[in-house]
């Protein structure tokens, strides 16, 4: 076929220079490149459809996407190298099927033919397919770590699945692609160890491959090319960290700029001024006066901007950014009764669950150092800091339990030691569990990067159990990173909806879904906000909420919608270190190999967290919650529910009462372990829910009378129930969210809603009916005590003595407890008894 192009093109050896054209043209060029495809090689034909795609503007973009849809849908009946080419361009086209293209990549990398299979490799090396979901995402990393380990492969395929492999695998992908890598680099080839070394500097490593990198810079090849460029790029990167470091000396040019000069001067008199007059000024430290005066500076500018310090940043980073780490697998801290270091809950996909170890657990020593001084703990981070470490080492614990004699604490003895197999772990961002009804309730607490992944995992068990709606509780959810909430949006919403736009200073960007949703659209959802709800979790709700997608039930949102991004300060430095995995991150385990400040630790460098966008929802609205210089609210922002619910309120003194049973006198947890090996089928359904029935608890009567509380006898029996919850999820090995029916007003609305939808009610449902809230309910208080004559006159007699024995030890506020006095007073007023009545 001969194409007439016009003379603005030159369409010659697969390449394409040109403006760019309109539709029919580019059509036509496409065409004629996937003819030329089934004759080159598949190298030369993805060139050719990139340079058609290079052609491309934003009028002609929807279009040629939907060329390139159509002819993939018939793909399997073309040559591989014209697979390659529509594959290759759909991808760099942007809002594409990306599950199929990497099914397809992998078939075509595990492909017999060593050219198609490399350029497939090349291929799938594209960051835009990290977004996939963790099961497609995963699918393509083995395909590409079988064709890098298989030594029949030609080394430049297995090279470029190692590149591939790198770029999306997790740490194991990265640490067995580097080490491949570094087995051409030991090969007697030249050939081979040029390959591993420009493969190496590909991902970042140059040092490693210096040496081998320098003799073939002075080759006239493309070899010699490439190696020169990346060793000038590591030079630029050097020359650009002594600048820096001069800065961060002094040596800048603020020494010859007077108003810089004196600007600095003020500060540091500032400093001096404290140190000498403040009442802490000596023991106040220059450091922390300096990151003082840089988060005000910042501060200044919006309640979102921040100054970092290396500590600040280097948290933010592990909870959120990575979420990822070498240790045993539990969430720990010290213990406020006993001051022993303890796991208040295993992750239960971690090897401390597997291992045996539980809730409530006391480790008291680490392979042969102590957690425990004569005052209490050691500090907490440095205990953490011996419980972490490489993946696959092991490390011994000495375990104490309630009810082991309280000698062995200070001295463990071999039977209570416990071997854990560190591994990576990754931190659970979601809970979840089936309710009656037919109804699925997830919980996420944070938008860590592998949190849409772990909804869908529970989404796909919850629609094969049948269930008729979703409740996602998005309450607390502080927020996290923005491509995971457009991830969780797509779970939702049909492909092609946009779910928010960001405004910056020079220009704006649209996220859109790009796949079609999990959940059937004609399924109800609810989401729960709160007042701590904010950032990603407004965008989520919001989007959800303009597309007439779920109903909203809760608080007003935050009203966070601000894009911060971390920028790094001129002239401050991360330390640097041998990554021996290959995960572009700092682990204990590895070697530091630049400590600037020689505490021999690794320390980032300081961040400035800047304000550089705003968020917009897909109707426009800005989630943003406006402050003014006086610190005036101009705009509330944030996500405004279709449904309120508020929680329900506790009195001052009844929350400080709880608290008090449950911190201090621990009786409801003796209880619980006590009766706990002997009801355990019993305390399973009272976790999943007990209907308010104090006569479902062995010995409730006995319980309630030891703890000389004024509380009602309803609240003792959710007391338990929550202690009870804590014991049962580890059984199960799975947690409970934290949105419970039974006590959560919020979550009834949400259920309420749901089952509205279904044609349903909680009446009719024997669980909701005995445990919800009256609709119409007001208060959400339920009562001190039941009203019954004597037997009310009694309890109000007993609270009055009771609380005269916290005020003589001290345990109640005294004006907490001259406001109570004043109310079981005036209840015994009011309930006097008859005349003759004995009192």
């Not at 430049?156 to 051409?184: C, K, N, V």
């Not at 591994?423 to 938008?447: A, D, H, M, Y």
Request: charge should be negative; aromatic fraction near 6%; hydrophobic fraction near 40%.
């Amino acid at each position: 076929m001969l194409l007439r192009l016009p003379l603005s093109f030159l369409f010659t050896a697969g390449l394409v220079w040109a403006a760019p054209q309109d539709a029919a043209t580019l059509k036509n060029l496409l065409q004629g490149a996937l003819e030329k495809s089934a004759q080159s090689g598949p190298e030369e034909a993805v060139a050719q459809g990139q340079a058609v795609v290079a052609l491309v503007n934003d009028e002609t973009r929807e279009e040629l996407r939907n060329e390139l849809d159509k002819r993939l849908k018939d793909s399997a009946k073309v040559p591989e190298s014209t697979r390659l080419l529509l594959l290759a361009a759909r991808l760099r086209l942007g809002e594409a099927d990306l599950a199929r293209i990497a099914g397809e990549l992998g078939a075509l990398i595990a492909s017999k033919d060593e050219a198609i299979a490399r350029t497939a490799a090349r291929t799938a090396a594209d960051t835009r397919l990290r977004t996939l979901r963790e099961e497609d995402l995963q699918k393509l990393v083995e395909a590409l770590r079988e064709c890098a380990k298989d030594a029949n492969r030609e080394p430049a395929t297995r090279i470029q699945a190692a590149t591939g492999l790198h770029l999306l695998g997790r740490a194991d992908g990265q640490r067995e692609a580097r080490g491949i890598m570094l087995s051409f680099l030991d090969s007697g080839d030249a050939n081979l160890r040029a390959a591993g070394a420009l493969a190496l500097a590909e991902v970042g490593d140059i040092e490693t491959s210096r040496r081998i990198l320098e003799s073939l810079a002075g080759l006239p090849s493309t070899e010699g090319r490439l190696a020169a460029a990346y060793l000038k790029q590591e030079d630029i990167r050097r020359i650009y960290d002594r600048r820096t470091k001069a800065l961060l000396e002094g040596q800048n040019e603020a020494e010859g700029d007077p108003k810089a000069a004196k600007d600095l001067a003020i500060l540091e008199r500032l400093i001096r001024l404290i140190q000498t007059n403040a009442l802490e000024g000596p023991e106040v430290k220059r450091e922390d006066l300096i990151d003082a005066a840089c988060d005000g500076m910042l501060n200044y500018l919006d309640e979102h901007s921040s100054f970092m310090a290396p500590k600040a940043f280097k948290k933010f980073e592990q909870d959120l950014l990575s979420a990822e780490y070498g240790g045993i697998g539990a969430y720990v801290g010290e213990d406020p009764e006993d001051k022993i270091f303890t796991i208040t809950r295993p992750i239960y996909s971690g090897p401390a669950y597997r291992a045996g170890l539980h809730t409530d657990d006391k480790i008291v020593r680490i392979d042969d150092w102590p957690t425990i001084t004569n005052s209490g703990s050691h500090p907490l981070d440095e205990i953490i800091k011996r419980l972490k470490g490489k993946p696959g080492t092991q490390v011994k614990l000495y375990i104490w339990r309630r009810g082991m004699d309280p000698a062995l604490v200070e001295r463990p003895t071999e039977d209570m030691a416990v071997v854990v197999t560190r591994e990576e772990i990754t931190i659970p961002p979601v809970t979840s569990i089936e309710l009656p009804g037919k109804i699925g309730l997830i919980e996420l607490s944070t938008f860590s990067r592998v949190a849409s992944d772990e909804i869908e995992k529970r989404l796909k068990v919850m629609l094969a159990d049948g269930m008729r709606g979703i409740i996602l509780d998005l309450r607390n959810n502080s927020g996290g990173l923005l491509e995971e909430a457009r991830a969780v949006c797509e779970l939702f919403l049909e492909k092609g909806k946009l779910v928010v736009t960001t405004e910056g200073v020079s220009r704006s960007e649209k996220l859109y879904t790009e796949r079609d949703p999990l959940v059937p659209m004609d399924m109800p959802v609810v989401v729960l906000v709160n007042r701590f709800s904010a950032s990603a979790s407004e965008i989520v709700s919001g989007a959800l909420q303009d597309h007439r997608r779920a109903l909203i039930v809760g608080q007003r949102s935050y009203g966070k919608g601000s894009v911060q991004h971390l920028l790094p300060i001129q002239g401050e430095f991360d330390d640097r270190f041998q990554d021996e995995n290959g995960n572009r991150r700092y682990d204990p385990w590895e070697k530091l190999t630049k400590d600037w400040n020689s505490n021999g630790e690794f320390d980032f460098a300081a961040r400035a967290r800047l304000t550089i966008a705003h968020y917009h929802l897909p109707s426009g609205r800005s989630i943003h919650r406006d402050i003014d210089s006086e610190g005036i609210v101009v705009s509330e922002g944030g996500v405004e529910p279709d449904l309120k619910a508020s929680m329900r309120r506790l009195d001052g003194w009844r929350a400080e009462e709880m608290v008090r049973l449950v911190r201090r006198d621990k009786l409801i947890r003796e209880y619980v372990l006590r009766e706990y090996p002997a009801n355990k089928e019993l305390f399973r359904k009272l976790a999943e829910g007990d209907g308010d029935d104090l006569s479902r608890y062995p010995d409730f009567r006995g319980l309630y009378d030891s703890l000389g509380t004024m509380l009602s006898e309803q609240d003792v029996r959710m007391l338990a129930r929550n202690e009870i919850r804590r014991r049962v999820q580890d059984d199960r090995g799975e947690a409970f969210p934290d949105g419970d029916f039974q006590e959560d007003a919020q979550l009834q609305a949400a259920i309420r809603s749901i089952l509205e939808k279904v044609g349903d009610s909680p009446e009719a449902i024997a669980v909701y009916r005995s445990t919800f809230d009256p609709a119409e309910d007001k208060s959400n208080q339920r009562p001190l005590v039941a009203k019954s004559g004597d037997e009310q006159r009694t309890r109000l007699n007993d609270a009055l003595k009771a609380l005269e024995a916290l005020r003589a030890k001290g345990d109640v506020d005294p004006k907490t407890a001259d406001e109570l006095q004043k109310a079981l007073e005036g209840a015994l007023g009011q309930n006097a008894a008859p005349k003759g009545e004995p009192r």
